[in-house]
Structure formats: structure tokens, C-alpha cells
């Protein structure tokens, strides 16, 4: 097993503890409605306040950004859409885990530090700015379960 397949197993173990205690890794649940609300739960509880995050990339929630990234769109009109979108770009402060949304997940209200403005955006399309905080494991956990073993159901 290569350095990646170790990192990946223990990734899963940790991500069975949380929604199948006692199952095998093998057995870890696709993703439902069910096994989100164990997850939102599970995130109340453990995530630290004022968690640092900021965007993954322009893609998802931030796919606004895209044309700007490979530079079909001009930087005013890019300035224009920043001051209302959140940019992947952007350093946010967790407010709250604020709800469930079939087809994105746990959704997150944040507040863009530059300015306060407030947005609600899917926690899969966030990482932990702070790789050594306390929320950066819990975070990553749940983006990789929520990618890897997102099936048909949305």
C-alpha cells in the first residue's frame, strides 16, 4: 500500500467512526439525507468557533470565478461581481452550520473577513485555511466522504 492508500484508510476510518461506529471501513455509508444529518450533528458538536476557511477551487459554488481564472473575463467586471460573490479566493469566518441541502450538503454561513458580507455556501466547496487548526481534520473528512461516496442520489 502506497503513502496516498494508508492516508486515504485512515481518512475512512475516521469518517466510519463518525456515521457507523463499529462497522468496517468496507461498510462506510454512501451519502443520504440520514448519514448528513449524523454529520451536520457530529460537525455541531466538534467544530471549533470562528473556524478560519476559505474556497477550494472556482469551481462548484465559486464556478462564477472560472472565466475570470483562464482570463475571458475582464478584471472590472471581475471587480464588480466580487464586491456581491464570494470569491474561492476570499478568507471567511464559520458563523454556523446552517442546514442540509440535498444536492449540496451541509450548507455553512460564513462572513467574508475582508468586509463582514455574510454568505451561505455548501461546507464541501470550503478547506480549513489553517492546516494545523483544530477543524482542519474535521472539514476534510467530510468533503472526502461527501466527494468519494456521493452516488446517484442527488
Not at 38 to 61: F, S, W
Not at 100 to 117: A, F, L, Q, W
Request: proline share 3%; hydrophobic share 35%; aromatic share 14%.
Amino acid at each position: 500500500m502506497n503513502e496516498f492508500e494508508v492516508e486515504f484508510e485512515e481518512d475512512e476510518k475516521r469518517i466510519a467512526d463518525i456515521l457507523a461506529p463499529g462497522q468496517k471501513i468496507e461498510d462506510l455509508p454512501d451519502v443520504s439525507i440520514e448519514m448528513l444529518e449524523t454529520y451536520y450533528q457530529y460537525l455541531a458538536r466538534n467544530l471549533p468557533c470562528g473556524l478560519l476557511l476559505t474556497g477550494q477551487d472556482a469551481v462548484g459554488y465559486f464556478d462564477w470565478e472560472e472565466i475570470f481564472d483562464f482570463g475571458y473575463g475582464s478584471k472590472n467586471e471581475y471587480k464588480r461581481l466580487k464586491k456581491y460573490k464570494a470569491s474561492c479566493y476570499d478568507k471567511f469566518k464559520l458563523i454556523e452550520l446552517k442546514n442540509i441541502e440535498p444536492s449540496h450538503g451541509i450548507v455553512v454561513t460564513v462572513s467574508r473577513i475582508s468586509d463582514n458580507k455574510k454568505f451561505n455556501i455548501p461546507l464541501a466547496d470550503l478547506e480549513v485555511w489553517d492546516q494545523d487548526s483544530n477543524g482542519y481534520v474535521l472539514v476534510d473528512d467530510y468533503v472526502i466522504w461527501f466527494v468519494n461516496y456521493n452516488g446517484e442520489w442527488v
